[in-house]
T-cell receptor
Framework: DTGVSQDPRHKITKRGQNVTFRCDPI?????LYWYRQTLGQGPEFLTY????????KSRLLSDRFSAERPKGSFSTLEIQRTEQGDSAMYLC??????????????FGPGTRLLVL | AQSVSQHNHHVILSEAASLELGCNYS??????LFWYVQYPGQHLQLLLK??????LVKGIKGFEAEFIKSKFSFNLRKPSVQWSDTAEYFC???????????FGGGTRLMVKP
């Protein structure tokens, strides 16, 4: 399977704990995106990288959230001091900059987070 | 502000019925438009996309969508739905730079056999 992969698929944590999610994009893709999706809503943009540079962050991304893409390949999204409102599906997507496919993002299966 | 709206939250159809799901966008400048589908228990998959050219785009599984610039719309259509089309459908848009996608709230389609 050469699609976008995410790990773990499910995470249950207690309020106040830190959690970290990993995303592995499609191998030749240079852009990587994080989104959050709550029940009954469409995905909402959090942040994106071009190679290892984080180019944009949403206002949804509070100081408790941090994302990295250290070598321009996989990415991690960390949430510190989790709150119940952080419960959601966290989606990763990747795309290839340039050419006719610009903006076409391919999504992973997501990590479902439940904060108790 | 950039936004995408889907007016139908839930749609129930019988097999062989025709489908049209509405999508309207509010975007300045050039816009690229997408429809994604999420089958039960699966991840988001691209159905079709519009970047430029022919405003009628055809996607997978018999779906098509028409970009009508004057109406700021990109409605999804299928002439005859099947039970296997039961899923949630999301319209999305991005600017020409291919940055963040803005999604609509989704339309949950149920097709009765």
């Amino acid at each position: 399977d050469t699609g976008v992969s995410q790990d773990p698929r499910h995470k249950i944590t207690k309020r106040g704990q830190n959690v970290t999610f990993r995303c592995d994009p499609i191998s030749e893709h240079n852009r990587l995106y994080w989104y959050r999706q709550t029940l009954g809503q469409g995905p909402e943009f959090l942040t994106y990288f071009q190679n290892e540079a984080q180019l944009e962050k949403s206002r949804l991304l509070s100081d408790r959230f941090s994302a990295e893409r250290p070598k321009g390949s996989f990415s991690t999204l960390e949430i510190q001091r989790t709150e119940q409102g952080d419960s959601a599906m966290y989606l990763c997507a990747s795309s290839l900059l340039g050419g006719l496919t610009i903006g076409t993002q391919y999504f992973g299966p997501g990590t479902r987070l439940l904060v108790l | 502000a950039q936004s995408v709206s889907q007016h139908n939250h839930h749609v129930i159809l019988s097999e062989a019925a025709s489908l049209e799901l509405g999508c309207n966008y509010s975007y300045g400048g050039t816009v690229n438009l997408f429809w994604y589908v999420q089958y039960p228990g699966q991840h988001l998959q691209l159905l079709l996309k519009y970047f430029s050219g022919d405003p009628l785009v055809k996607g997978i599984k018999g779906f098509e969508a028409e970009f009508i610039k004057s109406k700021f719309s990109f409605n999804l259509r299928k002439p005859s739905v099947q039970w296997s089309d039961t899923a949630e459908y999301f319209c999305a848009a991005t600017n020409n730079a291919g940055n963040m996608l803005t999604f609509g709230g989704g339309t949950r389609l149920m097709v009765k056999p």
